[in-house]
């Protein structure tokens, strides 16, 4: 009884206790229901779109890569166009500096219906719905860019309501992977789409003496035989000479010498600063040339060998009346005979061999995405009491689409007894510009009886 009555005395304090602590707890507590904050629905497409911050035009920047023969119709100067093959991939190279994540998306349109398109990057594809009639910017996804270099974009029709699968004029990037900075076409398309032509300027030796000859040796290896190059072994300070590849089933020898007057358009070169034809070698055309300076142009369809080693010789040297005779000769191993390809008469010129060099070049705009190179070896220039001197040392130069960083797939250099150029098809290394480079010397001059040359 004694528990029971200390028990029931208690319970009256307990419960003033609780009433108490009760209502000083409702007092303080703010009204749940009224105060809870709102949580904004976050829109993960329009952040994307904020971080596409850069257009990449499709016209400079891109290819149909599967079908060469598309690019004609389907890479024009405002996009893509004419976009009806499922099975056409195309192909957008861009340069990053940086690795990490590439936001992407298009600017793009569907004239009519809807259409669904894939973008791929490396392993990681991303569909999209094309529906909006006019251009607009559609964001795509985040892509993992692993390291720096040119990143490949390519795109590539999945289904289709209209005839096409729509128009892309530019794609957008931006995001981590851009931050240090990004590089790709953005002035001339055509130059930019043919991609950096790359130089060697071979270094006459001091006492030398004057260079009535040059000779030099250009071999291309199977697969480095791209449709549209132009492996250019005997240029001189008025001209050039060289072997080109021009179709699948087509490939010249050019030789070509500028006129004295500046113009594009052979037709208004004064009759006085007309380069004249002199003679000419078998199967050998000779006619004018424009669009890229003028002058007297000659070339013969000829099959050669990638993997066959070529030999050229040109012959500079004053002639009458203030001028100069330009002469090319051309040795096949496969004939095993120097053949004459062409002699031109320059007026208003007195010189003999002046900045001997070589380059490479890509003339189609279709296939400045393919890789293409050439090896040099043995270049030799002769004086004019038949004193053969080896050049050894080049200095490597690229034209305004490389120095401008718009391509930066191009390289030169030395390897052992060969120089070599290489350039499109954005790979990632490239030459430091004006970088003098030596080859080893061979030290055996070229076996030529001048007095037998046709």
Known sequence: MRFLKY??????????????????????????DTEVPVVE???ETEILKKE???????????????????NKTMITETGLKNWDKKSCVIRTFIRVNKAGKLSLGIMGRQNKGASTIKMTVGS?????????????VIPVARFTVAEPGYVQVDLQGVAKSDYTYGEVSHLMIGGEATSQGTDYVEDSFYWGRRGPSVHLNYTIPAGSGDAEWFYNEVKVDEGDDVVGSYFMANGFAEGYFGI???????????????????TDDPSQIPEDERIIPLRHGENVTVKEFGSEGSGGQSFRKYNWKAGNSYRFLLRAKPSENSSTDYTAY???????KWELIASFRRPKTSTFVKRPHSFLENFYTEMGQFTRKAKYTNQWVCNTEGKWTEMTSAIFTADNTARKAERLDYAGGAEETDFFLKNCGFFNENTTMDSRFTRKALGVAPSIDFSKLP
């Not at 590849?245 to 500046?262: A, C, D, K, Q």
């Not at 051309?330 to 095993?336: C, D, H, K, N």
């Open 244 to 262: 080109q590849v021009n179709s699948p089933t087509e490939r010249t020898i050019l030789f070509s010498v500028w006129s004295p007057y500046t």
């Open 330 to 336: 051309f040795y096949a191993p496969e004939i095993g």
């Open 7 to 32: 028990t029931i005395g208690v319970v009256p304090v307990l419960m003033m206790f609780m009433v108490g602590c009760t209502s000083c707890a409702k007092e303080d507590t703010p009204d749940i």
């Open 41 to 43: 629905e976050v829109d």
């Open 124 to 136: 990681e594809t991303k569909e999209i719905t094309l529906e909006n009639s006019k251009l607009e």
């Open 52 to 70: 596409l911050t850069k257009a990449v035009a499709v016209g400079g920047n891109s290819w149909v890569v599967n079908d060469v023969a598309l």
